[in-house]
Structure formats: C-alpha cells, structure tokens
C-alpha cells in the first residue's frame, strides 16, 4: 500500500490557489488517470479552466460552488462532480473562514473509451470461452 499526503505534498501555486499534482509521486502508468487536490483559499475562486480531460473532482474539506456557463451547483464536502471534456468552469469558495480543498481525479476521454473496449473485448472472449466448455 502507498500513501499520499497532501500537507507534506509538493505544491505549486497558481495565484493564490494551491495545487499538489500526483505526477511526483512517481505514478508513471500505473494509474490510468492524472489526480491532483487543490485549495482554494475563503473568498476566492480558481481562474476559468477549460481542458480535454474529463475531471471527476471530490471535496474533500468546504463547499464548493460550480460555475458552467449561467449555472452554479453548490457541491458540499464529501460529495462530488463530473466536468466533461472541455467544460469551461470555475470553482469558487464562498466561505469567508475555511478553505476549500478539492481532490480531482482527471484522464483523457480517448483512453476511457478504449479502456471499456478492451474490456467489452476480454468479457466476449470470457463468455466465448465458457460457452465452449458447456
């Protein structure tokens, strides 16, 4: 088992928003997605970020508030959300004493599709199998 730790994680900064990406620990190709947590200091927001890879995004300490276009979703701790391949979005904390820390986990749609071919393709060559040995 490896652990990480986002208090002792190297960060870089991007204005005031604070970013641990998980490419330092090494990962290589052992995952199939990139992750990273971000925080978000009271008040603040993140710049509008629009990227090819879906991003699935967990918040793990405050309240998050989505912005897409005209709409907002508040996204409370412990709960999550899914952007879509190039979504422009901004993520806001509106508290005005905590911070706001989110774990995303992101790939590129491409490789989520040919992942789930690969394994439609092994799941056929499993039932093909049994089926030959009834």
Known sequence: MRTFDLDT?????????R????EQYGLGANL????MWYSIPP??????DQHPELELSIVVAGTAHVLIGDSVQEIRHGNAFLLDSK?????????EDEVLTVFSAY???EAAEAAAAALAAAERQVATAAAGHD
């Open 19 to 22: 970013v641990v990406r998980w």
């Open 32 to 35: 199939p997605f990139q992750a």
């Open 9 to 17: 994680g190297e960060s870089l900064y991007v204005n005031d928003l």
């Open 87 to 95: 979504e422009a979005h901004v993520v806001q904390n509106r508290s």
């Open 107 to 109: 790939w590129y749609p």
């Open 43 to 48: 008040g603040d927001q993140s710049p509008v």
